[in-house]
């Protein structure tokens, strides 16, 4: 059921190829952090392009804990030996932006799924509604 509304339903967010390029161009280094079903999360990140994209995938469940406690993102910075200070976190839901909060990221709240308050109130430090938000670009090229 979910493989069959996933394809059907699932889009990328506009501007997600042009941030990506983005991202890749200045070799920033890239894990996808999820509390959905290894299965699922594979299917999302393959029906809107990203497979070749993350280096890593961290599954909530194959964690200690899953967010909204910090562990799925403190597993993905170890990964890649990153201090916190020098990462940060896209996220859609509350839950997610508290994990990434706790675990000493900034986060940009992605208001595609959620009212932005919710993700303020959750600890995010900015908010775009999507990745072609003027905002999001001036903010990465200064």
Same mark, same amino acid.
């Given at each position: 059921m979910f493989c069959r509304k996933a394809v059907q339903s699932l889009k990328p967010v506009d501007g997600l190829h042009k941030l990506c390029k983005w991202i890749e161009n200045r070799g920033l280094r890239r894990a996808a952090v999820t509390n959905a079903p290894r299965e699922n999360a594979e299917l999302m990140i393959s029906i809107v392009g990203l497979t070749d994209f993350f280096e890593f995938l961290v599954i909530g *469940? &194959?964690?200690? @804990? %899953?967010?909204? +406690?910090p562990d799925?993102?403190?597993?993905?910075?170890?990964? +890649?030996?990153?201090? *916190? *200070?020098r990462a940060f976190a896209l996220e859609d839901s509350p839950s997610g932006v508290?994990?990434?909060v706790? %675990?000493?990221?900034?986060v940009l709240g992605l =208001? =595609? @799924?959620?009212?932005?308050? &919710?993700?303020i109130d959750a600890g995010a430090t900015f908010l775009i509604k999507d990745f072609e938000d003027p905002d999001l670009w001036n903010a990465l090229e200064s």
């Open positions: *469940s &194959e964690c200690e @804990r %899953a967010k909204p +406690f799925p993102y403190l597993k993905a910075l170890e990964h +890649f030996n990153i201090p *916190s *200070s508290k994990a990434a706790a %675990a000493g990221l900034s =208001t =595609t @799924r959620n009212p932005g308050q &919710e993700l």
